[in-house]
């Protein structure tokens, strides 16, 4: 089914069971009295749609499937057995011997990362932990022979282990999907990581922590308990104050060196509280993984009587850890204050909000890849950024993408922009942020005139891409079309505004720079809008052949330009036997008819970066034959990147810098465009020359410490 029909299905189906039926059907009717019938109606769903988002909700907790398993005694496990496992889990149990048998199962079943073994540490039980043994093969028992109490029992345990991370595990939890490679990855993508934990959730699908918060008087939250999992600030990678013990992992040699957990605490409770403060004091960090979710049936061994039994020690070791970290808990803030910067230990750092007309797709389009590149420079120079987008209709892949870079996506109905629900966030957080990073004039204006009533001090940052109101003037000369040339008015005007309204503008060529510099006053700055990591082994001319388009085709210079190549140029090519692909995203329907009329050329829609990577691999030209537009294009810097030489229109090397030793000219016309190709073709030395300026011109002029140090002098 065509995805925005099953949208509008969708829609429709709540529209039914909707207790706003009345309040709807009066938008409806001002939509169509003033755009006509079909435009009204189209323009209702866009809003409703398009704009809030129908996937991009958070959703209740109650729609969350959790995987929570019923042992079968019947059953036989095979476990693991790797002589030296990456990852050694223990789990330190006191009897519950079928609650520990329902979490070693949800490890097999949930775990395609199976370099690990399972430690079960048996604190002298009196039940019938041999029967682990039974049920699970290769699982390791270290049974205690008088009951050590959880911490020295978790002491014992770890010092037996063969992986270089050590896992603890509540015996009353049951890990999630990829529960175990998500913690791991923690320490793959981020620096200087001394402990990762779990997204801990109830067995009623609430939340019972997403990292937790210590106060000055020692007193703790579990930062989100009982609310929503699905919210977007439990749903990225972040630094947290503490984490509970009922999953975390830590590397072993960090767990050796601080001599685990401290006795201080025996029997239980506040240990885990205190190791992750004394891996903060050895300097690393303390970090929260969402997308390692565990089901914790908390209570079940000690109860939740603080008066009583092992839980009486929770208060004890409290008064413990008080006295021992009363100096760095003062430096925090008052209970219950400023819990937007607590939340993610982001006291002491920069804060930038970034909103664009939607989250990157970083796939599909040059606009994704440059703010992608602007997010990766503003985390790289560790700011906390946070990200808002227009529409909230887009695939869940690139929210993970980027919640497990660590920025907090913004989505929800507190952040609908079909009714400006965006306001009351900025009324609310507005003074937090150091700086916004407005992108796309269309998107931004409101937003930007908002702020202003708001007096935001700030630094509010626009980056416009490009001049678009340029390239819709080329297009409405080109086609004499005075709608384009209306249109291009309108674009004008929002550009304009924003560049005089911002406190600081980006420009990526000097071109439009000394344009604009004619009429606005505030502060141009120019930003290189992409930066690639260089492959310095390029397969050799002779092993590669053909031609290459690679483009966004919801952009329409894309669309014209492999219309006027495939019409007006690609026939002669073709008769010498020289293949063609066109790559891209949103492939015009049109386009599959040059499938048919020449058979040495193929579409190929929404590549993966992987299969992209291998067609610019194996070709040996690719081809931008733009016939108008505005701004740097990244498809030119991409191939140079990648080091495929290129034939392109003077257009599609406009904005890159250029000096005597820049060695690209565009050719304009069928035949000149025709006759380069050709000249390139089949010359070993020219394309050579081409392939190693183009690596060598990109590290020089679009790399991540140009872009880093822009950004590093405008919020500091």
Not at 185 to 210: C, H, M, R, T, W
Not at 442 to 470: E, F, M, Q, W
Not at 690 to 702: A, D, I, P, R, T
Request: hydrophobic share 35%; net charge neutral.
């Amino acid at each position: 089914m065509d995805n925005k029909l099953y949208k509008y299905l969708i829609y429709i189906s709540k529209f039914i069971n909707s207790p706003n039926k009345k309040q709807i059907i009066r938008e409806l009717k001002d939509e169509v009295k003033g755009k006509g019938f079909v435009e009204g109606v189209r323009s209702l769903l866009h809003r409703k749609i398009h704009l809030k988002g129908v996937f991009f909700d958070e959703g209740a907790a109650s729609d969350k499937k959790l995987l929570i398993h019923s042992f079968d005694t019947t059953k036989r496990f095979v476990l693991p057995n790797p002589k030296r496992p990456i990852v050694s889990i223990i789990i330190p149990m006191y009897n519950q011997l079928e609650y520990t048998c329902n979490c070693v199962d949800s490890i097999y079943t949930n775990n395609e990362f199976k370099d690990y073994e399972v430690i079960i540490a048996d604190d002298n039980s009196t039940d019938s932990t041999e029967l682990l043994s039974t049920y699970f093969q290769n699982i390791r028992i270290i049974r205690n022979a008088v009951n050590l109490g959880f911490l020295k029992n978790c002491n014992n345990a770890a010092a037996q282990a063969k992986g270089e991370y050590v896992v603890f595990l509540n015996n009353d939890t049951q890990v999630q999907k990829d529960w175990l490679a998500s913690l791991l990855s923690v320490f793959e993508n981020f620096e200087k990581v001394g402990l990762v934990g779990s997204k801990l959730i109830y067995p009623d699908g609430k939340l019972q922590e997403a990292g937790g918060i210590i106060w000055p008087d020692a007193s703790g939250w579990n930062y989100g308990n009982r609310d929503n999992p699905n919210k977007h600030e439990y749903n990225y990678v972040k630094e947290a104050d503490y984490i509970s013990g009922a999953s975390i992992m830590l590397p072993k040699k960090l767990w050796d060196q601080l001599g685990g957990f401290d006795e201080l605490f025996t029997p239980a409770y506040c240990e885990d509280s205190d190791i992750c403060f004394r891996i903060r004091q050895a300097g690393y960090k303390v970090m929260y993984q969402p997308f390692s979710e565990v089901v914790h049936f908390e209570g079940i061994s000690h109860g939740t009587d603080v008066n009583s039994g092992i839980k009486h020690y929770q208060v004890l070791n409290n008064k413990k850890f008080y006295e021992r970290w009363k100096v760095e808990l003062s430096k925090k803030s008052k209970s219950g204050e400023n819990v937007f910067f607590e939340r993610d230990r982001t006291q002491n750092k920069k804060h930038v909000l970034v909103i664009d007309h939607y989250l990157p797709t970083i796939d599909k389009d040059a606009g994704s890849r440059t703010i992608s590149n602007f997010i990766d420079s503003l985390l790289a120079l560790d700011y906390s950024v946070k990200f808002l987008g227009e529409n909230q209709n887009i695939g869940i892949q690139y929210q993970i993408h980027f919640q497990k870079k660590g920025v907090e996506v913004l989505y929800g109905s507190p952040y609908n922009f079909y009714d400006q629900s965006w306001k009351g966030y900025l009324k609310e957080n507005h003074k937090n942020f150091d700086a916004m990073l407005l992108s796309r004039s269309s998107v931004c204006a409101p937003i930007l005139a908002y702020l202003r009533t708001l007096n935001y001090k700030g630094n509010v940052i626009y980056y416009g891409h490009d001049l678009g109101y340029l390239r819709l003037e080329q297009e409405a000369v080109a086609k004499n079309d005075p709608e384009l040339k209306r249109q291009a008015a309108v674009v004008k005007a929002q550009e304009d505004y924003m560049y005089m309204n911002a406190d600081n503008s980006l420009i990526i060529n000097d071109e439009e720079a000394r344009y604009l510099k004619q009429y606005i006053e505030v502060p141009l700055h120019y930003v290189p809008p992409y930066f690639f990591d260089i492959k310095k082994e390029v397969k050799p001319f002779e092993l590669r052949e053909g031609l290459l388009f690679v483009g966004g085709f919801n952009h329409p210079p894309n669309r014209e330009a492999v219309s006027w190549f495939v019409e007006k140029i690609y026939s002669d090519l073709y008769k010498q036997g020289i293949p063609l692909v066109i790559a891209g995203s949103k492939v015009p329907a049109a386009f599959y008819e040059y499938e048919k009329k020449f058979p040495g050329l193929r579409i190929c829609a929404d590549v993966s970066d992987e299969e992209l990577n291998r067609l610019y691999e194996n070709t040996r030209i690719a081809i931008v034959p733009l016939l108008f537009g505005a701004g740097v294009k990244g498809k030119v810097i991409e191939s140079m990147a990648k080091g495929v030489p290129i034939v392109g229109t003077d257009i599609a090397f406009e904005g890159m810098p250029k000096d005597e030793n820049y060695k690209y000219k565009g050719v304009n016309t069928a035949g000149d465009f025709c006759g380069a190709i050709l000249s390139l073709y089949n010359n070993n030395k020219m394309w050579c020359e081409l392939s190693e300026f183009g690596q060598k011109y990109v590290e020089e002029n679009f790399n991540r410490d140009n872009m880093k140090s822009v950004f590093k002098k405008l919020i500091g």
